[in-house]
């Protein structure tokens, strides 16, 4: 088996709807990095229109479809916003959970991510860059679930997941009309 690139790379976000196109980016990551971390943000949130599933779901929905090529943890949000004392934070998870820091981050192009890691004294990050191949959102996932559109849902949702729609659909609606979050 070749050496890949990265030792280690994340990946961060919430996975509100977890999708086709989270899919291809973590497939982007296995091919680059020897181990990949998955950190689901805003992980203590749940129950809102913005976040309706829980922790213990989204991680059970990722790993599904992932199995064990991938490592997946909770990262709540600790009310900094996104600049690089979050970048200090996700270290110290990271450093936490594996025993060393990355070598890579993996991410859709976001421009608050950016100056995460400029803080981070001693730590070479390489961003990569996943373009979006795959024109789908999580907020276009639950807007299709809250649509009761199971056609559109299912083109964007691995066929591991597909028997999902009845249970998912039931948490979106009931959490579809709170509009709370202590999320920034």
Known sequence: ??????????????????????????????????????????????????????????????????????????????????????????????????GTDPDLFISGKEQRRIDWFDSVKGVTISELYVPKTIEISATQMRRFMLEGDKDSWMRYTDPALRDRFEDLRKEVLASHENQFTSSI
């Open 1 to 98: 088996m070749d050496k890949k690139p990265f030792r280690l790379g994340i990946i961060i976000g919430r996975f509100q709807v977890f999708h086709t196109g989270h899919v291809y980016m973590i497939d982007k990551a296995l091919q680059l990095c020897e181990e990949v971390g998955l950190f689901i943000g805003s992980s203590q949130e749940h129950g809102t229109n913005k976040n309706p599933f829980t922790y213990e779901t989204r991680k059970e929905l990722i790993e599904t479809v992932c199995g064990d090529r991938i490592k997946v943890y909770p990262l709540p949000d600790i009310g900094v916003g996104n600049n690089s004392r979050w970048g200090d934070y996700v270290i110290e998870n990271v450093e936490k959970r594996f």
